[in-house]
Each structure stands twice: as C-alpha cells, then as structure tokens.
C-alpha cells in the first residue's frame, strides 16, 4: 500500500506493507487531515519516524468484532496498554506505554490503510459526512480543554490564533455559553468564527489587550504564550494547546506574581466531537482549503505549511 512516510529526516510517498491487523481492527482510510503537528514532527518534533497522520475518518474491513466490518468510523489516537491503572479506568491518553497514532510508535493515517485496537474505534452517525468526520480528532482536542479547566456563561475567554485549531477551540468553547473572543491576524479566517456567532479581533488592534479569566494559547508560536499573559487578570488560567519543535520562554515571574494557573491540555474524547459535528454545532467544513490525493503527499505536506492556508486533506 502507499503511505505519506518520514524515515531518515525524509519525506516521501513509499510502497509498505498493509497492516497485519492481528488483535486490531484494521481501517481503509478515507479521508485523512493533516495538522501542524504532523508539520512540527519533521522538523523534530516528537522524535517520530513511519507514516505521518493522526486525523481520519475510515471504513472497517477486518475486526475481531465482526459487526463492525464495513462501519465508517473515526479512531482514538492512544492506545495503552490495557494493564496500567489509567487504562483499566478507561483513559489510556497518559498510559506510560502508549503508542500515539502517527506520532509515538505507530505508524498513522496517511495511508491506505492504518490499525488501532477496537476499542479506540467509534461508529461515524450518519448525519455526519466524511468531510466533517475528519475533524473529530482536533475538534475532540478543543472541546478537550473543558476536562482540564471549568468554563461556564461567566467565563471570559480569548483564543489566541486564528488557525485550524484556533478556530476550533473558540467554536467549541462557546458551546458552553461563555463569553468567548478569538484573537487572530487574517481577517479571512476570523470572518469563519464571526459567521457563528463568536467575537473577533485583530492582535495588532488590541490596545490596550483585555483582561479575561481564561486565555486559551493555539498560535502555534512561541511568541503566543506572552501574549497570553498580557489579557489574563490576575489568578487567571492560561491553556496551552499548541505543539512545536522548539523551547519557549517564559517569563516566570509574572505567573507567581499574577499567580497565573498554567495548564496543559492534549487530547479530548471523541464521542463529545461527534455529537458537537451531529448537531452541527461546529463549521468544520469552512477550514477545508484543499483536497490532495496521498500520491501527492509531499506537496500537499508544502501546500499545508503555506501562508494563509488552513486544513488541507489527503485522499487515498
């Protein structure tokens, strides 16, 4: 089968073997997205080497459990390993002996075909097309935030970045009713929040920069985190949801100071994506810049990088 593989500081469309599947499931991947965190591993993030891509919507063709042969579904990117107490309580996202599809130890979506254990797999409703399903990874991601931090219709909250998962994270967050602001540079991208209800503004227009409670940081830049710093009041919360190859300052005298929370936050759960893109809650489909085929994977890797840009997706 052909794959979107980085090996050897390299990338390239190559000829692989298909997925043995064994005690997984193994997936006919459909439609795969491609995130900055897959442009960030080749420049060094993560240490990663295989096939890129943890996004995707797929149909079933081989699984122990035989009902779900020929489901679309979408697949949780940690699989544990079932023994630790993290994954006995049903959470395998910290599992000390994780793989991480496309980005730790296993091989990913950009390809014919992947594997992930049948547990990670959840059934796509019908309501949902594959274009939207694609999204259910960093839509998760976003809606993910609301496990690591209370936002209620009293929170104040600002995104910073206006990228994919910028956009995504001030969609989801005003899903909670809370007074939601996303912070972005490109007036295109801004008009996509502004089109569902969400305040916008231009960084370089904030003049002095509001104070909020909660200052979710998805730049992508380093540059974001002081930023961030700028809008919170005092004994606020800064998330951080972005992934770079790099180190980032950090003033640490303003967070004791300010006695500024900080939290990270990674992954989210799937099925609260699913029902989010049902009730089309979310405009996912505006963030679609491109449609490539994995032939052309290496351009469309460039094309993903490229100023102004937002998601572009792979067709096997």
């Not at 994919?164 to 912070?183: E, F, H, R, S, Y």
């Not at 940081?217 to 809008?231: I, N, R, T």
Request: proline content about 4%.
């Amino acid at each position: 089968m052909k794959a979107l593989r980085y090996e050897n500081n390299r990338l390239s469309v190559a000829d692989t073997a298909k997925p043995p599947g064994g005690t997984e499931a193994v997936v006919r991947v459909t439609l795969a997205g491609i995130c900055n965190t897959d442009l960030e591993i080749v420049r060094g993030y993560a240490g990663f080497a295989g096939t890129l891509g943890h996004e995707f919507v797929g149909v079933v063709e081989s699984a122990a459990d035989a009902s779900l042969i020929g489901a679309r579904v979408v697949g949780e990117i940690n699989a544990g390993c079932g023994r630790c107490a993290l994954c006995q309580a049903g959470d395998p996202r910290h599992c000390p002996e994780r793989t991480v599809l496309g980005i730790v130890g296993r091989d990913g979506a950009f390809a014919e075909f992947l594997q992930l254990p049948v547990v990670n797999l959840l059934r796509v409703p019908a309501e949902v097309s594959d274009y939207q399903a694609v999204f259910v990874e960093p839509l998760a991601a976003a809606w993910g935030i609301t496990e690591r931090v209370s936002v209620t219709p009293e929170t104040r909250v600002a995104v910073i970045g206006d990228g994919k998962l910028g956009l995504l994270c001030a969609q989801a967050l005003a899903q909670t009713g809370a007074q939601v602001t996303l912070i972005g540079k490109h007036q295109h991208k801004l008009r996509i929040a502004a089109k569902r209800g969400i305040e916008t503004e231009v960084a370089s227009a904030m003049n002095p920069p509001r104070k909020v409670d909660v200052v979710v940081e998805a730049s992508g830049a380093g540059a974001g985190f002081a930023q961030a710093l700028d809008m919170l009041r005092p004994r606020g919360v800064l998330v951080l949801k972005s992934t770079f190859h790099g180190a980032t300052e950090m003033d640490a005298a303003r967070l004791v100071v300010d006695e500024i929370s900080v939290v990270g936050s990674r992954c989210g759960r799937f099925a609260p994506a699913l029902d989010l893109l049902k009730r089309d809650a979310v405009d996912v489909e505006s963030l679609i810049s491109e449609e490539q085929p994995l032939a052309d994977g290496v351009h469309a890797m460039e094309r993903a990088a490229s100023h102004g840009v937002l998601k572009v997706l792979l067709k096997p």
